[in-house]
Structure formats: C-alpha cells, structure tokens
C-alpha cells in the first residue's frame, strides 16, 4: 500500500510555463483535496474532489485547475506560471465525510522564477 | 469562511517539560478538530483528533480539548522528548471534510 503518491518531488519553473502535478491514491478514497503551504505558514486549500467527476474550489483556486477522471487520480494543473505559485503543493484523501483523517503525499516542492 | 489563529507561533520547552498549543476558531458550527504534526521536509500527519461532541481526548503523552463555548482548543504534550521537536498545526473543519489550518507552531525540545 503505498497511501498517497505525488510527482515530481521537486520542479523549477519558468514564469509562464505550464504543468501538472499528479497524485494519485490507493485506499480507495472518495475525498482528495490539493493544498499549498508557504514558508511558515499553514495549509490553504486550493481544490478538493468528492469523488470522480466532481470536484470544487478550495480558498486559494486562482490559477490552478483540477480534474477527477477516476477515484485514484486527481491532478492539479498550472496554465501559466506565476512567481506567486511558489510553494509546497500538498495532495491528500480522505476515505469519507464520516472517516475524517486526511492522509497527506510527500510534497511537490515548486519554484518558480 | 472558518479563520483558524494558533498560539504561539514557536515553543522551546526542556526535556521532559509539558507544552501546550492553542488554537481559536470563528464559526460555531465546525464540528471536528484534527492536529497534525509535520517534521522538517515531510508530510503532516495526524497526531489526534477531536469532534465537537466530545470535550477531551488522550492517546498517551498527547491530549486535546475542546471549549465549545469558547471556540478554542488545545493540544497537551506532557514529558516531552527530543523526537516531538517538529511543526504543530491545527485545523477545524465546519464540512466534515473541508478543513482550515492555523499557521503552525514550531515545537524544540532543548535536551
């Protein structure tokens, strides 16, 4: 069981490009939900998803979009690269409105200059 | 929205000491309070949970309380150890599954 899996660890970017985070989960969760986290700062949440197909804006959605095609995947897509878009970006997922605990990827750290 | 404050932003406590970490929450109607713990360069993870039904919870050296009334809860660490040096966040959640986060507290344990 290898829980919640994010890729790349680690990515520079140019002001202006594009990409897409992925992550992707094996506990057959419904919920999944994208935050960042900058230095010293907690969590925002930017998108979530309740399930394929559905999903909804977070605090934080500006320049960001999402897609949830199956259960196990849920990508967050960056359409033009902004300084302001460097961060941590964690994925998370959450079994159920009734099973709360939300369990946390390793991070995809982003720079971009 | 729900607007979570935690205090204080950085606690150094002697080995073996207690450390507490509050948190305020805005909206009345969340009705669970997670706490995670995040060491440097890794994932949060969960510590300890509480819901609004429920006033104190324990799991070992860690507990949480709950003050409806007042819109706060805490987070206890009793006999601390060099290894709960980490960031501590707490987060409430008025959905049931969509949670706010406090800005985090920054434990060190001096050995």
Redesign the interface.
Known sequence: NAGVTQTPKFRILKIGQSMTLQCAQDMNHN?M?WYRQDP??????IY?S?GAGITDK??VPNGYNVSRSTTEDFPLRLELAAPSQTSVY?CAS?YS??D????????TRLSIL | GENVEQHPSTLSVQEGDSAVIKCTYSDSASNYFPWYKQELGKRPQLIIDIRSNVGEKKDQRIAVTLNKTAKHFSLHITETQPEDSAVYFCAASIDDYKLSFGAGTTVTVRA
């Open positions: 919920y939900y010293g700062m907690g969590l925002k949440l979530y309740v977070g605090e964690f959450s409105r009734s709360q605990p939300q369990h946390f990827g390793d991070g």
